[in-house]
C-alpha cells in the first residue's frame, strides 16, 4: 500500500516542478500563462511629484567658470589665483664643520685608562 502512495506523491510533487518551470518560462518571454503580453507598466509608473522642477541655469561660459546660480545678478567673482607649492626644505649639510669646536680629543687622554686596574689574573680566575 505504502508504494502506490510514494508515487502519487512522486507524481504530484513532479507536476507542481513542471508547471512552475512553465510558468517561470512563460514571464522570462514576457508573456502571460495564456501567451498574452505581461503588463508591468504599473511596475514602473512614477509618483508624480508635488513641486515643479527647478529650471536649468544657463551654460556656463567657455572660459570654464562655474554656471552662474538661480536668483544672483550675472555678476561672479573671479577664481583665486592658483597657490604655488611650497620650495623644499633645504637639505641638510652634513659637511658643515662649525660644530666641531665642542668636541675635544684632550677629554679622551690615554693616560686616564689603567690597564692595571683589568688585571686578568684578579678578575678572572680561571681555576
Not at 505581461?38 to 514602473?44: F, G, K
Not at 567673482?77 to 641638510?92: G, L, R, T, Y
Amino acid at each position: 500500500m505504502r508504494a502506490p502512495l510514494a508515487w502519487l506523491l512522486l507524481g504530484a510533487v513532479s507536476l507542481v516542478v513542471i508547471v512552475g518551470l512553465a510558468v517561470n518560462a512563460a514571464l522570462a518571454a514576457g508573456t502571460d500563462r495564456l501567451g498574452d503580453p505581461i503588463d508591468i507598466s504599473h511596475a514602473t509608473e512614477r509618483a508624480t511629484p508635488t513641486a515643479p522642477a527647478p529650471t536649468p541655469t544657463p551654460d556656463a561660459p567657455s572660459t570654464g567658470a562655474p554656471p552662474l546660480d538661480p536668483g544672483t545678478t550675472g555678476r561672479q567673482d573671479p577664481a583665486p589665483a592658483p597657490v604655488a607649492p611650497e620650495a623644499p626644505a633645504p637639505a641638510p649639510d652634513w659637511d658643515d664643520d662649525s660644530d666641531d669646536d665642542d668636541w675635544d680629543d684632550d677629554d679622551w687622554d690615554d693616560d686616564d685608562w689603567d690597564d692595571d686596574e683589568w688585571d686578568d689574573d684578579d678578575e678572572w680566575d680561571d681555576d
